[in-house]
């Protein structure tokens, strides 16, 4: 994982090898087409996404993969999809060697941006 001080998505992208860049700038465009309104920051030393200024998703570089976080609620409604990845209770691991499944990441993020506006919503 990278560990230097990016201060913005843009910066931490450029640090990695252009072959993996290319699988994160596909993971920040399926996320702002998903999600327009996600404020982009850096966190926990990679790009972070909130939502009603909730953190919704996050994604970092690594040497063999993309590491795709959107919690463990989403994780868990989605572990028969994700069965073919390594993964942890609030992670999941797309290899480079692998196409990123778009489909898949774009339903999971739209789970997490309904299940933070349902959360927003009730504590209106």
């Given at each position: 994982m990278n560990t230097t001080e990016a201060k913005n998505v843009d910066e931490y992208i450029a640090?990695?090898?252009?072959?993996v860049q290319e699988k994160m700038k596909l993971m920040?465009?399926?996320?702002?087409?998903v999600?327009?309104?996600a404020a982009e920051s850096i966190a926990y030393h990679m790009p972070a996404y909130k939502l009603n200024k909730k953190p919704m998703v996050y994604f970092g570089g690594f040497a063999n993969h993309l590491g795709f976080y959107a919690t463990?609620?989403?994780?868990e409604h989605f572990k028969d999809q994700?069965?073919?990845?390594?993964k942890g209770?609030?992670?999941?691991?797309f290899p480079h060697?692998?196409?990123l499944p778009e489909q898949l990441i774009k339903e999971m993020i739209q789970f997490k941006v309904?299940?933070?506006?349902?959360?927003s919503n009730s504590s209106l």
């Amino acid at each position: 994982m990278n560990t230097t001080e990016a201060k913005n998505v843009d910066e931490y992208i450029a640090e990695f090898p252009e072959e993996v860049q290319e699988k994160m700038k596909l993971m920040r465009s399926l996320i702002q087409q998903v999600a327009p309104e996600a404020a982009e920051s850096i966190a926990y030393h990679m790009p972070a996404y909130k939502l009603n200024k909730k953190p919704m998703v996050y994604f970092g570089g690594f040497a063999n993969h993309l590491g795709f976080y959107a919690t463990p609620v989403t994780h868990e409604h989605f572990k028969d999809q994700l069965s073919d990845y390594k993964k942890g209770k609030g992670s999941v691991q797309f290899p480079h060697s692998e196409p990123l499944p778009e489909q898949l990441i774009k339903e999971m993020i739209q789970f997490k941006v309904n299940d933070l506006s349902k959360a927003s919503n009730s504590s209106l």
